[in-house]
């Protein structure tokens, strides 16, 4: 039975040294729609935690206020829509947050199976070297290859039309939710020129839309953002597409970034 409180790791005042790290007791959490719920046995070290622990780092919107972005153990519940998992497999996860705790809630898309020989404190430690080594080797790669797009095995029949009309007009698409993490990979490389100017000034309704476009919200998320319809949400991207000259997202959220729209 999962307890209602668990243990977790903080940082005494907020911030400080090593030996400031204690034990409190917290809520245990639930795990939500896609989302399932580790029972940690261990968790991993990574440089944003002790950055957090310092208080150089504040843990992203959204993601538990304790330490630990990498955790190994076995799924204790699963949430609605987790039906890769069941209770009692063994896995290992990149979490937002919280992994030094007895209980930590991840998107199961975020877990793998922990791999034959390895034992749970080497698997707490392998989910942010095989996350990385995935987007370069197939997301960047596969683009800077000439791949006319990329899609995520949950985007949906919608996106995956939408892809094969672009792949066939010699366009490409790229997955919303990838899109911000390609732009994170680039962020430091340097522009070719300067960025192109639109061909007519965009309202501030189209200069909204860009920003949640460069965050790599999808159209849903972007119409609920704004509350407006996902009719509005398409009509909107046509017309900064025709202003800037951009054939997809990407290119609108690499505008965004390159005219510092996002910091």
Do not use: C
Not at 139 to 159: I, M, T, V, Y
Request: hydrophobic share 45%; proline share 8%; no cysteine.
């Amino acid at each position: 039975m999962i307890p209602q409180t668990m243990t977790a790791i903080a940082v005494r005042g907020g911030k400080g040294a090593a030996a400031d790290l204690h034990p409190i007791q917290i809520e245990t959490p639930a795990p939500r729609q896609g989302e399932i719920l580790i029972r940690v046995r261990a968790a991993g070290v990574n440089r944003p935690d002790l950055l957090q622990r310092m208080g150089l780092s504040p843990p992203p919107a959204g993601a538990p206020e304790t330490l630990g972005l990498e955790a190994a153990g076995e799924v204790a519940a699963t949430g609605p829509g987790a039906v890769r998992w069941k209770v009692g497999d063994r896995v290992t996860a990149l979490l937002g947050g919280g992994g030094y705790a007895e209980y930590a809630r991840v998107d199961a898309r975020h877990a793998l199976p922990i791999p034959d020989g390895l034992d749970l404190t080497e698997a707490a430690a392998l989910p942010e070297t095989v996350f990385t080594v995935y987007a370069n080797v197939f997301e960047h790669g596969a683009l800077k290859a000439g791949a006319r797009g990329f899609l995520l095995k949950d985007s949906g029949p919608d996106l995956l039309a939408q892809a094969m009309h672009a792949a066939a007009s010699g366009d490409a698409l790229i997955a919303p939710s990838i899109t911000a993490r390609l732009l994170s990979a680039f962020a430091d490389v340097p522009a070719a020129g300067p960025p192109a100017q639109p061909i007519d000034p965009l309202t501030d309704r189209e200069e909204e839309v860009l920003r949640t476009v460069a965050r790599g919200r999808t159209n849903a998320e972007i119409a609920d953002e704004l509350y407006i319809s996902l009719s509005t949400v398409k009509t909107h991207l046509a017309s900064l597409m025709t202003k800037l000259g951009a054939r997809n997202r990407v290119e609108l959220a690499m505008w965004a970034y390159e005219t510092d729209r996002i910091t």
